[in-house]
């Protein structure tokens, strides 16, 4: 696609169930990040995935956090047994390469009620 | 660690004023230095970036000029429109594998 595509836009869930937010990354990228932003913040890094890996996952706050991209292009986090201080926008970001800009999708609004 | 630090906002000029963001950093080594520009509405877009010292990057009127002995990529404009009205974040890549990025200044421009 033209760019990175993140769905769904929003979502509302009730603190304690599970949620998986999807990231489409521009084609050919073989970098993919996941960030996560709170109102009035800069975006804080999660995870980095170059190729199906998760080269880097120092930024995780928890085990409750977690990602996959099997086959190198789509990426999903997931986030188990969710609670309100999960509530954020969490972008995600591809790059041709490691060294490369970033470019990011419009982010999913994630609200833990 | 790696960290950006930049201008608290928010930030409101009138049309065809100066602007000015300040940003500094620290980093190990060489990093790159972005800005990203966040529109209402919209997600981060890259609006210019340099990758070594000394380099200007511009874009759209916009320039920043990474400066190692001050370690600051302060953003400036000579006249900014309306439609520059967005939140500006300054951002650092260095030999890890993640942007720093910093907490953001909302500029609102006022016709």
């Known amino acids: 696609g033209a760019g990175v595509s993140q769905t769904p836009s929003n979502k509302v869930t009730e603190k304690g169930k599970y949620v998986e937010l999807r990231c489409d990354p521009i084609?050919?990228?073989?970098?993919l990040y996941w960030y996560r932003q709170s109102l009035g913040q800069g975006p804080e890094f999660l995870i980095y995935?170059?190729?199906?890996?998760?080269?880097?996952d120092s930024g995780l706050p928890n085990d409750r956090f977690f990602a996959v991209r099997p086959e190198g292009s789509v990426s999903t986090l997931k986030i188990q047994r969710t609670e309100r201080g999960d509530s954020a926008v969490y972008l995600c970001?591809?790059?041709?390469?490691?060294?490369?800009?970033?470019?990011f999708g419009q982010g999913t609004r994630l609200t833990v009620v | 660690g790696d960290s950006v630090t930049q201008m608290e906002g928010p930030v409101t000029l009138s049309e065809e004023a100066f602007l000015t963001i300040n940003c500094t950093y620290t980093?190990?080594?060489?990093?790159?230095l972005f800005w990203y520009v966040q529109y209402p509405g919209e997600g981060l877009q890259l609006l210019l970036k340099?990758?070594?010292?000394?380099d200007k990057g511009s874009n759209k009127g916009f320039e920043a000029t990474y400066r190692k002995e001050t370690t600051s990529f302060h953003l400036e404009k000579g006249s900014v429109q309306v439609s520059d009205s967005a939140v500006y974040f300054c951002?650092?890549?260095?030999?890890?594998?993640?942007?720093?990025f910093g907490t953001g200044t909302s500029l609102t421009v006022i016709p």
């Open positions: 970001a591809s790059s041709l390469q490691r060294d490369t800009e970033a470019f």
């Open positions: 084609s050919g990228h073989t970098a």
């Open positions: 995935f170059q190729g199906t890996g998760a080269a880097d």
């Open positions: 980093a190990t080594g060489y990093p790159s």
């Open positions: 340099a990758t070594k010292a000394d």
């Open positions: 951002a650092l890549k260095s030999t890890g594998n993640q942007f720093y």
